[in-house]
């Protein structure tokens, strides 16, 4: 385990040293953020709504019943911003995409792809972990960014059409508005940012320590998945510790 | 970056004492060796002897337990090594990069490792399949050629990078008679042209003794005897004598 840890941090750090490279790489970069946006864009959308959706389903009866209706338009707002859009996404990414980067760059290593790039000069950190992490840290907070206000039409729309909630969509936006600043956005910003850098350098790194066959390949992305959502939770808690630390 | 147009200059190859022991296994147990400038050295041997680990630790894609492995005056697998000399490999399994057509990756070396623009590019990768008979090829995916075809598209993007040295892991395996020499001239043209040292594993005994300088028996890990071809086919010892002699001893139902 802590080999592991010294191998992602190791490898993190040549990542970072490659930075400068990204606009010779900048082909490869959109190639993956095409990618991660296609095949992510229309399950952000349906999680968004029906994560929104089913939280005010749960609280909003219990809010109005003591007469905190006018509440609930922030609290979904602000629990979107801070820890649904960011935490829901990352993991959804951790699965879709971070599964995706362990197999492909597992399979190029199992079958000698990897030691062909090294042979031709070819840094593998450049031309294969530098472009996905790129791309997933550019990605993530920006499809953060658009289930954000998906999550909140999802809220919105339980809130006003569900009876025992009743709160239309006006005094819905409004209790969200006096609410929800846009630190509060950033900061779902900022954490989704954090979250994709953890899934890209642990799926990157799955990939490249993948040894054997097949089998190896799909013990990888396993692993891959349920790494990046374990840290994903633990940097989860930490983060908003700083965070909550900051805005005091 | 390297640069396609620098003076080349023949480099020699020197194993010191090199073991390597891969999952508890000795695979390499004291090898040593040395390959001249601009020759042809051929490593035969039996399969599952260690030729193709030997070939990875003179890549630099695997380091010595103990011993050493010189590039002409550098460690091999050290960054001056790959700055100052220009090594290729065409691995057994050719190791083509799938998800690029034939020609991004016959060009592949020359977009990520060089400033040349795309047409230059795409005219030398035109030129170096041409060389291997597959001209026209440019837009497939490796995975709808043959073995054969992805060997020889794997000789072609080594090709490209105009290597000092040259590694190949059983070249002609996989390939028709034919196009085993196509191949087999290729090497040498490569000789004459470049002066590149070659470094070739094969069981293929046509090519070991016409091509090679040199001829390296290896088994159990160790070099057995280094000569030239001739020497190879009269050295007395008998283990040199039944590979390179092994024929079917079964007859011909009648």
Redesign the interface.
């Known amino acids: 385990m802590f080999q592991n840890i010294g191998e992602i941090l190791v490898l993190f750090w040549r990542t970072l040293q490659a930075l400068p490279l990204c606009w010779r790489n900048r082909k490869k970069i959109a190639y993956q953020l095409f990618e991660i946006g296609n095949v992510s864009l229309l399950m952000v959308c349906i999680l968004s709504l029906f994560i929104a959706g089913v939280t005010a389903l749960q609280t909003g009866p219990v809010l109005v019943e003591r007469g905190l209706g006018s509440v609930l338009g922030g609290m979904i707002g602000l629990s979107m911003c801070k820890e649904f859009a960011p935490v829901m996404m990352a993991i959804l990414i951790a699965g879709r995409v971070g599964s995706a980067m362990a197999a492909?760059i597992g399979?190029?290593q199992v079958?000698?792809?990897v030691?062909?790039?090294?042979?031709?000069?070819?840094n593998p950190i450049v031309?294969l972990v530098l472009p996905r992490m790129v791309a997933i840290a550019l990605a993530l907070p920006a499809l953060v960014l658009f289930s954000i206000p998906v999550g909140w039409f999802g809220g919105a729309l339980v809130s006003t059409f569900n009876r025992q909630i009743d709160i239309d969509f006006a005094a819905f936006f409004s209790s969200l508005r006096s609410t929800v600043e846009p630190g509060d956005i950033f900061n779902g910003l900022f954490k989704s940012f954090m979250f994709a850098l953890a899934i890209g350098i642990v799926s990157c790194h799955q990939g490249l320590s993948t040894r054997g066959g097949p089998r190896a390949i799909g013990r990888s992305v396993t692993k891959a998945v349920v790494n990046s959502i374990v840290l994903i939770l633990i940097l989860d808690y930490f983060l908003t510790r700083v965070l909550l630390y900051i805005q005091r | 970056m390297n640069d396609n147009s620098r003076q080349l200059e023949n480099v020699s190859v020197e194993a010191r004492n090199v073991y390597k022991s891969l999952g508890g296994l000795e695979v390499l147990r004291g090898v040593n060796f040395k390959v001249n400038p601009g020759e042809i050295f051929v490593i035969m041997g039996p399969s599952g002897s260690g030729k193709s680990v030997l070939l990875k630790h003179i890549i630099g894609l695997l380091t010595p337990d103990s011993g050493e492995i010189l590039i002409q005056d550098e460690l091999a697998g050290s960054r001056a090594a790959r700055e100052k000399y220009r090594m290729a490999m065409v691995f057994q399994s050719a190791a083509l990069l799938t998800s690029l057509s034939v020609g991004e990756n016959v060009g592949l070396y020359l977009a990520e490792c060089t400033d040349k623009k795309p047409d230059e590019i795409a005219a030398i990768v035109s030129q170096k399949l041409e060389a291997v008979g597959l001209k026209g090829l440019e837009n497939r995916i490796p995975g709808e050629l043959s073995g054969g075809m992805q060997k020889r598209v794997a000789i072609a993007r080594a090709l490209v990078m105009e290597p000092q040295l040259f590694l190949f892991d059983e070249p002609t395996a996989e390939l028709d008679p034919p196009m085993a020499v196509t191949i087999d001239e290729e090497i040498l043209k490569l000789k004459t042209r470049t002066h590149a040292t070659s470094i070739i594993v094969t069981h293929d005994r046509t090519l070991a003794f016409s091509l090679a300088d040199h001829v390296a028996m290896f088994a159990d890990g160790q070099i057995l005897f280094v000569g030239t071809p001739d020497e190879v086919k009269r050295h007395p010892d008998p283990r040199l004598q039944d590979f390179i002699n092994a024929k079917p001893s079964i007859s011909k139902p009648a």
């Open positions: 492909e399979s190029m079958y000698q792809e030691d062909a790039l090294v042979t031709m000069n070819i031309y």
